[in-house]
């Protein structure tokens, strides 16, 4: 809950005003498991709040630790569902990738979540338990919105999510700490520019739109050209970083072809560009570009005046594709059925 639907709370079980700022305390400093723990609560007042409420967090039922310190966390939601988040460690970082779907709806060709379909949206405080049930929580120094399932497609828990991340009440992280990706889902990606300060991570993947249409089907729905249109609106130049991911897929999307038209399609543009290695998912033919093919994109792309880096894999002897691990615990409950 944010701060002013807990005031509500406070005042529709008619307690004093101020039990408002001491619960949000407990919540979102103190990070309590139970309401008994929120001991400058009265008796009285906290018996209140266990008649119709819940706090606390609930720990991953399932983990896989990478040889290179990648941490995958499975976490089991309602309806016999499951989502994963997962813990990247690099020198000063600490970085979270964190789910906003179980499963999702726009099926791109190279994401095995996508193979799983939708099942819903996940609420605030099922998204939020990744982020602060992990033994990493303390530590971590970054967030991203890029693991199971379009954030923008479920735009209300999400800004719900950002507020209590970014608000003095809340965790009262920098913005700047926060990273949300998106396929370029126009209506969410326009509220979330206006609400929020935190950076922006539009997935490309080619600068071509029908070769874009065959990775990703919602190029039909939002066209790559529009939504480069709509963000030109915005001043990125400052604070608010926007970077395009870009999967490299050998013979498909990597070569100087390819660059040329991105440096095109992107002039004027104050932006920066990651370039992804494919991680290879059951019954997709796709292959990731080599080593050399992916430094020369680089180069060219650096060369006209394009940041541009080549994001480092990890965890990848731990199913590094999101969505595996929860597809197989679907699997195996199955099979139990």
């Given at each position: 809950m944010s701060a002013s639907e807990i005031t509500e709370v406070v005042e529709s079980l008619g307690m004093p005003r101020f039990t408002a700022k001491q619960i949000v305390f407990w919540l979102y400093e103190k990070r309590v498991n139970s309401i008994d723990e929120m001991t400058d609560l009265s008796k009285v007042n906290r018996g209140?709040?266990?008649?119709?409420?819940?706090?606390?967090?609930?720990?991953?039922?399932?983990?896989?630790?990478?040889?290179?310190?990648?941490?995958?966390?499975?976490?089991?939601?309602?309806?016999?569902?499951?989502?994963?988040?997962?813990?990247?460690?690099?020198?000063?970082?600490?970085?979270?990738?964190?789910?906003?779907?179980?499963?999702?709806?726009?099926?791109?060709?190279?994401?095995?979540?996508?193979?799983?379909?939708?099942?819903?949206n996940l609420t605030a405080n099922e998204i939020l338990n990744q982020i602060i049930s992990i033994p990493e929580s303390r530590t971590l120094t970054n967030l991203v919105f890029m693991g199971m399932g379009e954030p923008f497609d479920n735009i209300d828990e999400l800004m719900k999510v950002l507020s209590i991340l970014t608000s003095e009440w809340g965790f009262a992280w920098s913005p700047k700490r926060i990273t949300?990706?998106?396929i370029g889902h126009r209506v969410g990606m326009e509220r979330f520019l206006k609400e929020s300060d935190c950076h922006l991570a539009v997935s490309l993947h080619s600068p071509f739109p029908v070769e874009r249409l065959s990775l990703m089907p919602v190029e039909k729905a939002y066209p790559e050209y529009e939504i480069i249109?709509?963000?030109?609106?915005?001043?990125?130049?400052?604070?608010?970083?926007?970077?395009?991911?870009?999967?490299?897929?050998?013979g498909l999307n990597d070569s100087l072809r390819h660059a040329e038209e991105l440096v095109r399609?992107?002039?004027?543009?104050?932006?920066?560009?990651?370039?992804?290695?494919?991680?290879a998912i059951p019954d997709v033919a796709l292959r990731t570009s080599d080593e050399s093919s992916m430094v020369q994109f680089r180069n060219y792309l650096t060369r006209k005046g394009i940041i541009c880096t080549i994001r480092s894999s990890r965890g990848e002897d731990i199913f590094a594709a999101c969505g595996m691990l929860s597809t197989a615990r679907t699997q195996k409950m199955k099979l139990r059925e």
């Open positions: 209140k709040l266990l008649e119709k409420y819940d706090v606390g967090y609930v720990a991953p039922v399932q983990e896989m630790r990478s040889v290179d310190g990648t941490v995958k966390y499975l976490f089991a939601t309602s309806h016999d569902s499951s989502v994963e988040a997962v813990y990247i460690p690099d020198k000063e970082r600490a970085t979270l990738c964190v789910s906003s779907q179980v499963g999702c709806k726009m099926n791109c060709l190279f994401c095995m979540t996508g193979k799983q379909g939708f099942t819903r949300v990706s998106t249109e709509k963000l030109r609106q915005y001043d990125f130049s400052k604070q608010r970083r926007l970077s395009f991911e870009y999967i490299m897929f050998r399609l992107l002039k004027g543009l104050h932006c920066r560009i990651n370039l992804i290695r494919f991680h």
